[in-house]
Nanobody, 123 residues
Framework: QVQVVESGGGLVQAGGSLGLSCAAS????????MGWFRQAPGKEREFVAS???????RYTSSLKGRFTISRDNAKNTVFLQMNSLKPEDTAVYYC?????????????????WGQGTQVTVSS
């Protein structure tokens, strides 16, 4: 089982920026698809962004242009840079690992999850 640990959450004012990091264990990190998901209070967990093993990215359409996912295979780490944050971005953000290297958006294809990190955007 791959261990996944997110960091970087916190409180930020609307319009601000925040960067999240996700470290995953194992020697085969470069073969994994990696994804970020989020769950707002009272809502279901939803797809945010994913990145394939080759660096191709996917975003949920409403976030494209504000959020950027990237990865550093040498450090077994994936990042999520969030800009122009809005109060509706408030959620617990989860990082996940998929054995499918193309970085799918379907949560069911991710088999290792972090504990999540809270992001709160104040108005």
């Amino acid at each position: 089982q791959v261990q996944v640990v997110e960091s970087g959450g916190g409180l930020v004012q609307a319009g601000g920026s925040l960067g999240l990091s996700c470290a995953a264990s194992g020697s085969t990190f470069s073969t994994y698809g990696m994804g970020w998901f989020r769950q707002a209070p009272g809502k279901e967990r939803e797809f945010v962004a994913s990145i394939s093993r080759s660096g191709n990215t996917r975003y949920t359409s409403s976030l494209k242009g504000r959020f950027t996912i990237s990865r550093d295979n040498a450090k077994n780490t994936v990042f999520l840079q969030m800009n122009s944050l809005k109060p509706e971005d408030t959620a617990v953000y989860y990082c996940a690992v998929s054995i499918y290297g193309w970085g799918p958006s379907d949560q069911a294809t991710y088999n290792s999850w972090g504990q999540g990190t809270q992001v709160t955007v104040s108005s």
